[in-house]
């Protein structure tokens, strides 16, 4: 439903899915696509976190965005799903961009229940959806129109065409959007005005994300550099998107007015729309996405380039560190004591950092089913899973959170806290769990061979095949696969290769 939960994109046109149509039915391809140009667009990374806010503020997506997404305690991994989803719905191929569409239905079928307040929610409700494509489309004009580069009638009209085509695809048909461009700036309005909200979500995009912004895969060894960089530019980024926002929801929201920052915002479009004179390809959102979230381990080529990258830049903190020591709380301490030092033994972690790493997907300090929903969710992604393999994980996760229940929800809230966690750790490797584990061996094992090959390796893994050739015949049986998942995830040993499965941010 939303982008920052399930990397919503847009379609082209006003046929029956993504790249079919542009205005007045002309038939438009997804490389001639007016968004697709945006993707490699620095000023796009402004505009999207406008628009998340703007959806955010709907309490029908604040609610869902609350309980079931992952942007929080796993922001990076969350960009990065976001933008291959995007990618798949400008597909060349229509076969892709249907499977894509089939995905996204599936996974926003699985979203419903109930705010702080009581009201229901829903992902698959059309009017919200129809919000989300709304906010996209409204913070394109807008990002081109801060950066002195806004469009012309015919550009935003078509442009507006393969947004309605996007919620088309979705819902069936594109009647929850205005058909005409000048109707749809007074129902972006009314929305505005009627129905948004001063939101948690909202508030924890704009005011705490930021702050807390961990550090990608690149950075990870470097958290000096990362914190000082991320306490200039976190309330930077805070302070041009609220002076984006529409007026009257800063007003009906009571979000501060930073002196200055509307013309920082200004400087901020300008400069990235600058980015208009460099030579084409040198900007590739998707290369710079997997470089940040690639692992030094990993059999990548740009793996070296990266491990190189990450000594400088351990480097340059160490200096950094020597010049200006950080003083107070700066969020990461800058020389992390290994958790795997803890009383509970060489190369073991502490109960509280797995439960805050792996367990609680969604960050809220609770387990609960949408944390075991989103680790199903993260592993179907993975394995682009399709129906019933989907459902056999979902499933599969949502027997082992009944177990969990019974096991450890002692106060009987719904929910199990980190004490409650701590006091019955043993309880996690039960039958059910371990049922996981082979429902996870069988969406693996493409060929059903009974065995994970290299191959099968890497889709889960993201990674090399590291395990011993010479006793294992090059590949990964069942026994073994079930054996290291319970051991991760009852035993809570870090540096294997389900750390990053689950734990990455």
Same mark, same amino acid.
């Given at each position: 439903?939303?982008?920052?939960?399930?990397?919503?994109?847009?379609?082209?046109?006003? +046929?029956?899915?993504?790249?079919?149509?542009?205005?007045?039915?002309?038939?438009?391809?997804?490389?001639?696509? $007016?968004?697709?140009?945006?993707?490699?667009?620095?000023? @796009?990374?402004?505009?999207?976190?406008?628009?998340?806010?703007?959806?955010?503020?709907?309490?029908?997506?604040?609610?869902?965005?609350?309980? &079931?997404?992952?942007?929080?305690?796993?922001?990076?991994?969350?960009?990065? &799903?976001?933008?291959?989803?995007?990618? %798949?719905?400008?597909?060349?191929?229509?076969?892709?961009?249907?499977?894509?569409?089939?995905?996204?239905?599936?996974?926003?079928?699985?979203?419903?229940?109930?705010?702080?307040?009581?009201?229901?929610?829903?992902?698959?409700?059309?009017?919200?959806?129809?919000?989300?494509?709304?906010?996209?489309?409204? $913070?394109?004009?807008?990002?081109?129109?801060?950066?002195?580069?806004?469009?012309?009638?015919?550009?935003?009209?078509?442009?507006?065409?393969?947004?309605?085509?996007?919620?088309?695809?979705?819902?069936?048909?594109?009647?929850?959007?205005?058909?005409?461009? &000048?109707?749809?700036?007074?129902?972006?309005?009314?929305?505005?005005?009627?129905?948004?909200?001063?939101?948690?979500?909202?508030?924890?995009?704009?005011?705490?994300?930021?702050?807390?912004?961990?550090?990608?895969? *690149?950075?990870?060894?470097?958290?000096?550099?990362?914190?000082?960089?991320?306490?200039?530019?976190?309330?930077?980024?805070?302070?041009?998107? #609220?002076?984006?926002?529409?007026?009257?929801?800063?007003?009906?929201?009571?979000?501060?007015?930073?002196?200055?920052?509307?013309?920082?915002?200004?400087?901020?479009?300008?400069?990235?729309?600058?980015?208009?004179?460099?030579?084409?390809?040198?900007?590739?959102?998707?290369?710079?996405?997997?470089?940040?979230?690639? $692992?030094?381990?990993?059999?990548?080529?740009?793996?070296?380039?990266?491990?190189?990258?990450?000594?400088?830049?351990?480097?340059?903190?160490?200096?950094?560190?020597?010049?200006?020591?950080? +003083?107070?709380?700066? /969020?990461?301490?800058?020389?992390?004591?290994?958790?795997?030092?803890?009383?509970? +033994?060489?190369?073991?972690?502490?109960?509280?950092?797995?439960?805050?790493? #792996? *367990?609680?997907?969604?960050?809220?300090?609770?387990?609960?089913?949408?944390?075991?929903?989103?680790?199903?969710?993260?592993?179907?992604? %993975?394995?682009?899973?399709?129906?019933?393999?989907?459902?056999?994980?979902?499933?599969?996760?949502?027997? @082992? @959170?009944?177990?969990?229940?019974?096991?450890?929800?002692?106060?009987?809230?719904?929910?199990?806290?980190?004490?409650?966690?701590?006091?019955?750790?043993? $309880?996690?490797? /039960?039958?059910?769990?371990?049922?996981?584990?082979?429902?996870?061996?069988?969406?693996?094992?493409?060929?059903? &061979?009974?065995?994970?090959?290299?191959?099968?390796?890497?889709?889960?893994?993201?990674?090399?095949?590291? %395990?011993?050739?010479?006793?294992?015949?090059?590949?990964?049986? %069942?026994?073994?696969?079930?054996?290291?998942?319970?051991?991760?995830?009852? +035993?809570?040993?870090?540096?294997?290769?389900?750390?990053?499965?689950?734990?990455?941010?």
């Amino acid at each position: 439903m939303t982008t920052a939960s399930t990397g919503t994109g847009t379609g082209s046109g006003t +046929g029956t899915g993504p790249g079919t149509g542009a205005a007045e039915g002309t038939p438009r391809s997804p490389e001639t696509s $007016s968004f697709r140009a945006f993707f490699d667009d620095p000023r @796009w990374a402004l505009a999207l976190i406008r628009a998340t806010v703007l959806e955010a503020a709907h309490p029908q997506v604040g609610a869902a965005l609350a309980e &079931n997404s992952t942007f929080i305690a796993h922001p990076w991994r969350r960009l990065r &799903n976001t933008f291959v989803s995007m990618r %798949r719905m400008f597909d060349a191929d229509p076969a892709v961009r249907e499977r894509e569409v089939a995905r996204l239905n599936r996974l926003h079928a699985r979203m419903s229940g109930t705010d702080a307040r009581g009201r229901a929610y829903d992902a698959m409700d059309r009017p919200t959806r129809a919000w989300v494509v709304a906010t996209l489309f409204e $913070s394109a004009v807008t990002m081109c129109r801060l950066s002195g580069q806004p469009l012309d009638q015919d550009t935003m009209e078509r442009t507006y065409a393969e947004y309605r085509a996007y919620l088309a695809a979705l819902d069936g048909d594109a009647r929850e959007l205005p058909e005409n461009l &000048n109707d749809f700036w007074r129902y972006f309005d009314r929305v505005v005005e009627d129905e948004l909200e001063d939101t948690e979500a909202a508030r924890v995009i704009l005011f705490r994300l930021f702050d807390h912004l961990p550090a990608p895969a *690149l950075l990870d060894g470097a958290p000096t550099l990362w914190a000082a960089g991320r306490a200039v530019v976190g309330p930077l980024l805070g302070a041009i998107t #609220v002076a984006s926002l529409p007026e009257s929801y800063r007003r009906k929201a009571g979000l501060p007015e930073t002196p200055g920052a509307p013309t920082l915002m200004q400087g901020a479009y300008l400069a990235a729309g600058l980015a208009r004179f460099l030579p084409k390809g040198w900007i590739d959102a998707g290369t710079i996405i997997e470089t940040l979230s690639l $692992s030094p381990d990993s059999d990548d080529p740009r793996a070296r380039t990266v491990s190189a990258l990450r000594a400088r830049v351990k480097r340059a903190t160490a200096l950094l560190r020597l010049v200006t020591p950080l +003083g107070g709380d700066t /969020g990461t301490h800058p020389d992390p004591v290994p958790p795997t030092t803890t009383a509970t +033994g060489e190369g073991r972690r502490s109960a509280e950092e797995f439960f805050h790493q #792996v *367990l609680d997907q969604t960050g809220d300090g609770h387990l609960d089913w949408p944390d075991l929903a989103a680790m199903a969710r993260e592993l179907a992604t %993975r394995l682009d899973l399709d129906e019933p393999e989907e459902t056999r994980l979902y499933d599969a996760f949502a027997a @082992w @959170w009944k177990e969990l229940q019974t096991s450890l929800d002692t106060d009987g809230d719904g929910r199990v806290g980190i004490d409650e966690y701590a006091a019955a750790v043993p $309880s996690l490797a /039960g039958p059910a769990l371990i049922r996981v584990a082979e429902v996870l061996f069988d969406a693996c094992d493409k060929d059903r &061979n009974g065995t994970i090959d290299a191959d099968e390796y890497r889709a889960l893994f993201r990674t090399a095949f590291h %395990r011993d050739l010479a006793t294992t015949d090059g590949t990964y049986g %069942r026994s073994a696969f079930v054996g290291d998942f319970l051991s991760f995830m009852s +035993g809570r040993r870090p540096n294997t290769p389900y750390d990053p499965l689950l734990a990455d941010a």
